[in-house]
């Protein structure tokens, strides 16, 4: 599920469109009403249910009395830096817990063998 949304907008009257591949689309999107925030500005958001296919391009396009071009959004699937630091330290945390864990289990087997626990009674 992708969201566009309009933020702090005056007066009403905006239009919010997805394009993939450049051409409008109208299926699997929903979008609210111009909601007030009650200082005089107003916002709006949409959403598009989207399956990612290889080499297509998805944006939204907003078009306003104070953008005069609009302003059209791609979406980019790329991680940022951020993200993709944060996956390599949990995968790297990750690696060396398995690597702790499986080092004490060949451990405890090697100290354990050759003994005979004999039952006292």
């Not at 998805?58 to 609009?70: A, E, M, T």
Request: charged content about 20%.
């Amino acid at each position: 599920m992708l969201a566009c949304s309009a933020y702090d907008f005056y007066p009403r009257g905006i239009k919010m469109t997805w394009l993939r591949d450049g051409m409008e689309v109208t299926s699997d999107v929903t979008s609210t009403e111009e909601l007030a925030n009650g200082n005089w500005f107003y916002q709006i958001h949409s959403y598009l249910e989207y399956t990612p296919k290889s080499g297509e391009t998805i944006s939204c396009k907003v078009v306003h009395k104070s953008l005069p071009n609009g302003k059209e959004v791609k979406w980019d699937p790329t991680m940022s830096e951020v993200e993709r630091n944060k996956v390599i330290i949990g995968v790297s945390g990750l690696v060396l817990g398995l690597i702790i864990t499986i080092a004490g289990v060949v451990y405890y087997k090697k100290k354990s063998t050759g003994r005979i626990l004999v039952p006292s009674s």
